[in-house]
């Protein structure tokens, strides 16, 4: 791409997030200097970290105008990890310029073409808010691990249009794979509780328009000890181990009521007709599922079993009949529940 082109072609603002990442944010950054398409700016946010980020970072400063380094006056992920990457993507939002949003992993590798692919693919399509691609799940030494990220999760997307109802059900694009328009970012803070960065910019996408989706594999997702997500699947014998176990249950009820407020959230965020049907039917089934956790005997329990079947059954979104399944074998740890209150 030559001067003239850069000129005429949108800004597209990448935002790193780092903490202690010097094992492999060089490669990263090399990547990302290295796409076809050149009118981008890098924005490295790092949580204080205490390795040699900083000095590589700064390194690729003095040598390519277009990176930039931002780092929190204090650690942000201490005690909520989670937490700590949302605020810490925030404040690269804040400082981006670009037209067009990236998320940036410090431990993956973007191929060359992966910038001007989504690109052009959002100015073919002006009703999209967000595209996503797939990407190749690799090892330490980004040699190919598990191959397609996509399929590693069991969905048989070949390109297309994703909609919020997908969305809801599982969380298909993860952030490594995203660009998004800037008018995206005025409805994204704050980041509830309970929700990735990642999962949340993909629910926001969603609220006026399907997601686009490209099946090329432009990342290599990088798969080591210190990830903070992984592509390893949590299959059903995962949740069938720990149908008695108490703890799991509270963890269950908290991570429930998080996401169900989240989605009382993006009810205010001006959805389409077609997001806020899903996000009503979203909620319904999340309050009927919680109300079983509550249930103070048997009797009760098999009744809200029964009442949330049946509302479950008459929506779309059948597939919350597995947790309710999964509810359906834990009475022997539900009964063992406390909340502090008796109302969700």
């Not at 850069?6 to 200097?33: A, H, R």
């Not at 605020?87 to 993956?108: C, H, K, P, V, Y």
């Not at 609220?207 to 992984?230: C, D, F, I, K």
Request: proline fraction near 3%; charged fraction near 20%.
């Amino acid at each position: 791409m030559d001067s003239n082109q850069k000129s005429t072609q949108p800004l597209v603002s990448i935002v790193l997030n780092s903490f202690n990442t010097s094992k492999f944010i060089g490669e990263q950054i090399s990547s990302i200097l290295a796409q076809t398409y050149t009118n981008l700016e890098l924005i490295v946010c790092d949580d204080c970290s205490t390795d040699q980020t900083a000095e590589i970072v700064r390194g690729f400063m003095q040598k390519d105008s277009r990176v930039k380094w931002l780092q929190n006056d204090r650690n942000l992920g201490k005690g909520n990890m989670n937490r700590g990457i949302c605020l810490t993507f925030q404040r690269g939002f804040d400082l981006s310029r670009g037209e067009l949003i990236a998320l940036s992993d410090a431990d993956d590798f973007w191929l060359p073409n992966k910038i001007q692919l989504q690109v052009e693919y959002l100015q073919a399509h002006p009703e999209i808010n967000l595209v996503f691609t797939d990407s190749t799940v690799a090892n330490k030494d980004l040699s190919v691990k598990m191959g397609s990220f996509q399929q590693r999760l069991g969905n048989s997307l070949s390109g297309g249009f994703v909609t919020i109802d997908s969305i809801l059900e599982r969380n298909l694009p993860p952030g490594h794979v995203l660009l998004f328009r800037r008018a995206l970012l005025k409805k994204l803070p704050p980041v509830p509780d309970g929700f990735s960065n990642d999962s949340w910019v993909d629910l926001v996408g969603t609220l006026n328009a399907p997601l686009g989706y490209m099946s090329e594999q432009t990342v290599l997702y990088r798969q080591h000890e210190g990830n903070a997500s992984s592509a390893n699947m949590r299959d059903l014998s995962y949740y069938f181990k720990r149908f008695n176990e108490p703890d799991f249950l509270q963890y269950y009820y908290k991570d429930k009521s998080c996401q169900m407020t989240g989605h009382k959230v993006l009810l205010t965020r001006e959805p389409s007709d077609a997001a806020r049907k899903a996000l009503t039917e979203k909620v319904a089934n999340q309050t009927v599922l919680l109300e079983v956790l509550y249930a103070k005997s048997f009797l009760q329990f098999v009744s809200r079993l029964f009442s949330a079947f049946w509302a479950i059954l008459s929506t779309g979104q059948k597939y919350h009949l597995k947790q309710l399944g999964f509810l359906a074998l834990s009475w022997g740890a539900i009964r063992k529940l406390k909340f502090d209150s008796q109302k969700i």
